[in-house]
Every structure is written in structure tokens, then in C-alpha cells.
């Protein structure tokens, strides 16, 4: 998104040196962290015998396909539940869905100062556990299958009801980063290959980015439905009321570095300790009493268009201090080749989903920190359990037995 901001289609203020000198830090520190993971054992070293497990999860995925599609069926309606509820609200409060979407930029606002439920809390989370499995899934069978839509479907009328894109962009990675994992996972087997079906691959990704690209052009369309930045360029103005580029979408996408800059020039923003990396425990505390309940949504600067989301360094930054910002990076990429590695040798099903949320920090670094959000994190650890259920069942013990975390088994001979 650099290259973005740098192309100026908007007049944005010029980087400062300090924040060229924190991104290139905080980019060399996380593959420092791999490097050091990597430089540590050579994976194409490891016997044989040492990966065997990591087939077995290959026949045992398979023998349980599904299981897996009634998994993501359940999750998506259980999920369902919470979309039902936002929305029932809101047709209560505005009399129609069609009065409710007339008023998404008041909606906006409500939910800004919370003062509007979204819903049963905690439980949309499935929705993105589901999204998560449908990546696995989907990489398994060569294809996107139909039935993977319905948790699209519903995380698009989650996202209408929140008058946000923020949740759309999040399932889409956690599919994605998914899919890509698990089918590099099947790639690298000496065994039976899953035949890519190119044809039901691409329809399937035609109708997903459409519900991607339609809910987020009808959530502009009510929210915001003027572009007029006087800032930006005339090449930009051009693509004003453009569908799949605008310059809304343009500013979301390329903003995030100059509100970064602009943190760094604020002296006066106050942050409690780890407030933004655990934001989700901070607000559970919070209903206690026994921290201050922090807002949702962050600081904006002018750059000289308002935006409030300065990529995951800035939230590094407010919580942890400099330090942060290179450790954290550090950690990061030593923790997602770790756990990568690891799942390669023996086929640890705990530490492909661990690897598939650390990417997933990485894939929205470039908003904020993916661990800020509710779902992210909600669905991250309903995963586990259902991985931990499935290591007690009987049916799954056999393979399971070696799914334990142990740093010496995993890298020595």
C-alpha cells in the first residue's frame, strides 16, 4: 500500500524520515524472525520417518470431508443467529430494511458511540471460524463449493447491518489465507494430488469477490455516497462513482502510512499498556469495571483527508513503545515459520490454524493489528477447541497422539 501512497492521486503529506526508518525496521525484523527459524534445521534434511504424520492428516481430512461441511454448515448458522438480531433491531428502530440502509451514515454514528447493539455478542465469531475451514475445504476439493457461500452471504448482511467493510475484508482473508496454506500444504505430499477444478474454482471466485464488491459498494453508496475529495488528483476525480475503484476505496487502501506518520508527530494520544494488541480482553475487562472502557475506534488525523487507521505499527507503537516495533515483528515471523515448519514435519493440525492467524496479522498490517479485532480472535480460539475435541474423540486419537507442542521434537532429528 505504499506504492499507493506514494503515487499522490491524493495530496497526502510527505513520509518523514523517522517513519521510513520504522517501517524498514519493523519489515527487516519479521524476516529476521523467519530467517532465524530457517537457518535453524533444513526441512528437506528431516527423515522420512520424522513427516509421516503430516500424511496421516492428509487420509484423516479426507475420510471426514463431511464432517467438515456440516462443521462449517453449523458454525454459519449459529453465526446466522447474531446477523438475525443486529438486523431485527434496526428494522424495530428505522420501521424497514430499506429506512435502515436510507440511514446507514446515522447507523454509522450510533455504533461509533455505541449506542446501538450489533447483535448477540461474541457470536458472529463462528461465522469467521467457518470462513477459515471453507479455505481448507475448498483447497481439498479443487473448488469453491456452493454451499461455501451461504457464510459469505451472511457475512455480507453482517456487514450491511454494521454499515462497515471491515468485516468483509477479514473474511475474505481468512479464506484465503487458508485455502493457500492448506493447498501448499497438499503440494508439498508425496502422495495422491487434489485436482485443481479451474472452471468451478473460478465461478465460485467470480461470486464471492461480487458479494465482496457489492456489499462494500452498497455500504459507500448509503454511508458515503459522495467522493469529493478537493485533495485529490484529476486522474482520481476521473474514477469518482467508480464501483470497483473510487477515491474512497483509493483512501482506504493507501492512507494508513501518512496516519501512521502523523501518530509519530502527535505527542498527546493517550494508550494504555497492550490496549490495542488485546483490545478484545481490554473491552471483557472493561465490563468489570475494572478498566476504563477504550473506544473502538482510534485517532484521526488529517493528511490532509481524515482517516483513522495507521497499520499495525502504529498500534505496536502506542502499546508497547519502540520497542514494539521491532520485537513484535521479530516474534511474529520467528512464530509463523516455527509453527509452518513445524505442521510440515508432523503434520500438527494445532499449529497449521496458529500459522493461518499469524499470517492473517500480516495480511491486515497494513489496516492495523488483526489480534484488535473480536472475530479474529473469537474465531481463532473456537478452532482450537473444536481441534481439541476432535484430538478426544475417539475416532481421532490414533493421529492425534503425536499433536503435542514440544520445541525440542519438533526441531531435532
Given amino acids: 500500500m505504499i506504492i499507493l501512497y506514494e503515487l499522490k492521486l491524493i495530496a497526502y503529506n510527505n513520509i518523514r524520515l523517522e517513519t521510513w526508518i520504522i517501517i524498514i525496521s519493523a519489515f527487516m525484523f519479521l524476516w529476521l524472525g523467519t530467517i532465524t527459524v530457517i537457518l535453524s534445521k533444513d526441512i528437506n534434511k528431516i527423515p ?26 453449523i458454525f454459519t448458522i449459529i453465526g446466522s443467529i ?40 461474541y457470536l458472529f465469531g463462528f461465522v469467521h471460524a467457518s470462513l477459515v475451514l471453507g479455505g481448507i475445504y475448498s483447497a481439498l476439493k479443487g473448488k469453491v463449493s456452493l454451499f461455501l457461500l451461504l457464510p459469505f452471504i451472511v457475512l455480507a448482511i453482517k456487514s ?15 479464506f484465503s489465507v487458508s485455502y493457500l496454506l492448506f493447498n501448499q500444504y497438499i503440494k508439498s505430499l508425496e502422495i495422491r494430488k487434489v485436482k485443481v477444478k479451474i ?28 467522493d469529493n475529495y478537493k485533495a485529490s488528483t484529476r486522474t482520481l476525480q476521473e474514477w469518482k462513482g467508480g464501483v470497483i475503484f473510487s477515491p474512497t476505496i483509493y483512501m482506504y487502501l493507501s492512507s494508513d502510512i501518512g496516519i501512521l506518520d502523523a501518530y509519530l508527530v502527535d505527542e498527546n494520544e493517550k494508550n494504555s499498556f497492550g490496549q490495542q494488541t488485546f483490545f478484545p480482553l481490554y ?30 505499527l502504529r498500534d505496536l507503537l502506542a502499546d508497547f513503545g519502540y520497542v514494539g516495533v521491532f520485537l513484535f515483528p521479530f516474534l511474529l515471523g520467528l512464530a509463523i515459520t516455527f509453527f509452518w515448519y513445524r505442521f510440515l514435519i508432523n503434520g500438527s493440525m494445532i499449529s497449521f ?24 480472535l473469537i474465531g481463532f480460539v473456537i ?14 486419537k490414533p493421529y492425534f497422539a503425536n499433536d503435542k507442542f514440544s520445541l525440542n521434537s519438533t526441531l531435532s532429528n
Fill in 48 to 73: 522420512k520417518s520424522k513427516t509421516a504424520n503430516r500424511e496421516k492428516l492428509f487420509s484423516v481430512i479426507t475420510d471426514n470431508e463431511k464432517l467438515i461441511m456440516l462443521i462449517i454448515i
Fill in 160 to 174: 450491511l447491518a454494521e454499515v462497515a467493510r471491515a468485516g468483509m475484508l477479514l473474511g475474505i482473508i481468512e
Fill in 199 to 226: 472452471r468451478n474454482t473460478i465461478i465460485g471466485t467470480i461470486i464471492v469477490l461480487s458479494l465482496f464488491i457489492g456489499t462494500i459498494v452498497i455500504v459507500k453508496f448509503f454511508r458515503a455516497p459522495v
Fill in 283 to 312: 473491552r471483557l475487562l472493561s465490563k468489570f469495571s475494572t478498566v476504563d472502557k477504550p473506544s473502538y475506534y482510534q485517532k484521526g488525523y488529517f493528511i490532509p483527508i481524515w482517516s483513522n487507521t495507521g497499520t499495525y
Fill in 353 to 376: 490454524i496458529i500459522t493461518i492467524y499469524l499470517y492473517i496479522i500480516i495480511a491486515l498490517s497494513f489496516l492495523n493489528i488483526a489480534t484488535r479485532l473480536g472475530n479474529w
Fill in 82 to 121: 447474531s446477523a438475525y438480531y443486529h438486523w431485527k433491531e434496526l428494522i424495530e428502530r428505522f420501521g424497514s430494511v430499506t429506512n435502515a440502509l436510507i440511514q446507514s451514515s446515522i447507523i454509522y454514528r450510533l455504533r461509533v458511540e455505541g449506542k446501538i447493539s450489533t447483535g448477540i455478542p
Fill in 383 to 396: 478452532l482450537l477447541v473444536i481441534v481439541y475435541v476432535l484430538r478426544n474423540n475417539f475416532k481421532f
